[in-house]
C-alpha cells in the first residue's frame, strides 16, 4: 500500500479521494494525496486537498505580455520564463504511517 500519491491534476486527485473512501481510507491519515494546479476545487468545501500551485494567473498574464510583445516586435530574440511552484498543505496529507 502507497503512503502518498501524487496525482495528474487536482480533478485526478479528486478520483483518488473517492476511491479511498470507498475503500475506508482517509486521506491525510492512511494515504497522502496531492493534486496539481491548485483549481477552485482543491480548496471546495469538503475537499481540502493539498496541491501545487503553478501560480496560474501570473504565468497567464506574463505569457500575454510576452505574445503581445513579440507582435510588435518580431525582430527580438525569443524570451523564456520561469515561475516557482509552490505547494499549498491542507488537509489530504500528513506524516506517512509507520
Do not use: K, W
Not at 2 to 21: E, K, R, S
Not at 49 to 76: F, K, N
Amino acid at each position: 500500500m502507497p503512503t502518498a500519491i501524487f496525482a495528474h491534476n487536482d480533478q485526478a486527485a479528486l478520483g483518488v479521494l473517492d476511491a479511498l473512501a470507498a475503500r475506508g481510507l482517509e486521506p491525510g491519515r492512511d494515504v497522502s494525496v496531492i493534486g496539481y494546479d491548485n483549481s477552485s476545487v482543491s480548496s471546495a468545501p469538503g475537499t481540502s486537498l493539498t496541491s501545487v500551485d503553478l501560480g496560474a494567473r501570473e504565468l497567464g498574464r506574463e505569457c500575454m505580455r510576452l505574445a503581445l510583445r513579440r507582435l510588435q516586435h518580431p525582430e527580438l530574440e525569443p524570451q523564456s520564463i520561469a515561475f516557482e511552484p509552490t505547494l499549498v498543505v491542507r488537509g489530504t496529507t500528513g506524516p506517512a504511517r509507520a
